[in-house]
């Protein structure tokens, strides 16, 4: 990364930056009398420019203040989830492998990696963010962005299970993605088609990650196909993986409603080889349509071959497939649906729901985005947890978030 700065510091002193940007403030909290009110505010910071006629540049920082709420918070002890995750020192399972595989979790959560965990309402410590920084350069028949970017694949709104290189937090389906130290060639293969190539660099070229995304489409319909070795998850003892993975999305007639699926299969990748036992697979398929009131009606459903079909079967694995994002969650099937409307331009009514399946738990998300002015808005949002203690969002408190921002 210090490389790249210093490559686009001579590019500042040429170019004609563009800089934007907002400032973002919230509390939130836990509905248990113990639990303290958490805040945090944070400061983003865009800069944008044009490098002549050879292509541009874009950087995003981020400060982040934050203080009160940890993942901790949110869990309940007496539940499922609290059982796995509150440790004791020098606990055991009698796996040798297992138990090194939970020491790794516990680093990452004192380290902080551990913010997609599901239901989480938190955010990290005190830090510098360097979310985006990269060079587009443009040629005739080719275009490249070099340094840490945005890749987003897949066509799926909670779920995308084509997506290796973003961790999702379905009950926060528009959070930002982080930025991937990646470098990214685009070929255009015609008006609407063309191919992504991803090389994502690890240590060496063994714990590389990268990818093959060939796009096109027809009427109303876009497709995709895309193939990625995955080496993303390996600080977490995960084995590396290939992924074959297809997307589609479109209207099922004129103005009639709009579908979106994906799949993808994983096969554990050693030696050359791929293990044809390992096979795993995920599926995705949602449907939505906005009625002639202006109400959003959405639904969408998963399966993932790697979750567990029921609560009995819970474990220590299902907590660290779901920290490390090869799962959404513990289960095997999920749902998730919502609507919205607008009461008018300035204030917008929103209520999700993602239900677990297998042990028929279930998150209620209502929100209201509220747009005082051209450049500042507000949105207040909750989740309300129902299940026994022994299902999965059983296990987390209710929470309630309410977030101020302000563009410049």
Do not use: H
């Not at 470098?183 to 008006?191: F, H, Q, S």
């Not at 779901?322 to 209520?351: H, I, M, P, R, W």
């Amino acid at each position: 990364m210090k490389y790249l700065i210093f490559m686009i510091y001579p590019i500042l002193l040429y170019a004609y930056p563009d800089f934007s940007g907002k400032v973002e403030a919230g509390l939130n909290s836990v509905l248990q009398k113990e639990t303290p009110l958490g805040y945090y505010s944070k400061i983003e910071l865009q800069i944008d420019g044009n490098i002549d006629n050879y292509g541009s540049f874009e950087a995003i920082a981020i400060l982040k203040n934050s203080k009160g709420l940890n993942e901790l918070n949110v869990i309940k002890k007496k539940s499922i989830i609290g059982e796995l995750f509150y440790l004791e020192s020098g606990f055991s399972t009698g796996n040798d492998q297992l138990d090194e595989l939970i020491t790794i979790l516990t680093k990452m959560y004192e380290d902080g990696k551990l913010n997609n965990l599901l239901n989480s309402k938190t955010y990290p410590d005190d830090q510098i963010v360097l979310d985006r920084l990269l060079i587009n350069l443009n040629t005739k028949y080719v275009d490249f962005r070099i340094g840490r970017q945005q890749i987003a694949w897949g066509t799926g709104y909670a779920f995308n299970p084509t997506d290796i290189w973003n961790m999702k937090n379905p009950l926060d389906p528009m959070a930002p993605k982080l930025g991937v130290m990646a470098i990214k060639t685009e070929v255009p293969l015609g008006d609407i088609s063309g191919a992504d190539i991803v090389f994502s660099p690890g240590n060496d070229l063994r714990s590389s990650s990268y990818g093959l995304r060939v796009k096109s489409g027809f009427n109303s319909i876009d497709y995709s196909f895309s193939t990625v070795k995955n080496s993303l998850r390996k600080e977490l003892g995960a084995e590396d993986r290939v992924m074959f993975g297809i997307d589609v999305a479109g209207q099922i007639w004129d103005e009639g409603p709009g579908f979106w699926s994906e799949s993808a299969t994983n096969y554990i990748y050693k030696n050359n080889n791929f293990d044809v036992d390992s096979l795993e697979y995920k599926i995705d398929f949602g449907i939505d349509y906005t009625l002639d009131n202006g109400l959003y009606l959405m639904s969408e459903y998963l399966f993932n071959s790697l979750g567990a079909g029921s609560k009995n079967e819970y474990s220590y694995y299902s907590l660290l497939k779901t920290a490390s994002g090869e799962l959404s969650g513990f289960a095997e099937q999920y749902l998730f649906n919502g609507c919205s409307y607008s009461l008018n331009s300035d204030v917008k009514l929103s209520l999700y729901s993602l239900v677990n399946l297998n042990d028929s738990s279930f998150a209620l998300l209502p929100e209201i985005n509220y747009i005082y002015s051209e450049n500042i808005e507000f949105k207040l949002n909750y989740i309300k947890n129902y299940g026994n203690y022994n299902t999965e969002y059983g296990s987390y408190e209710d929470s309630i978030s309410l977030i101020a921002t302000a563009y410049f």
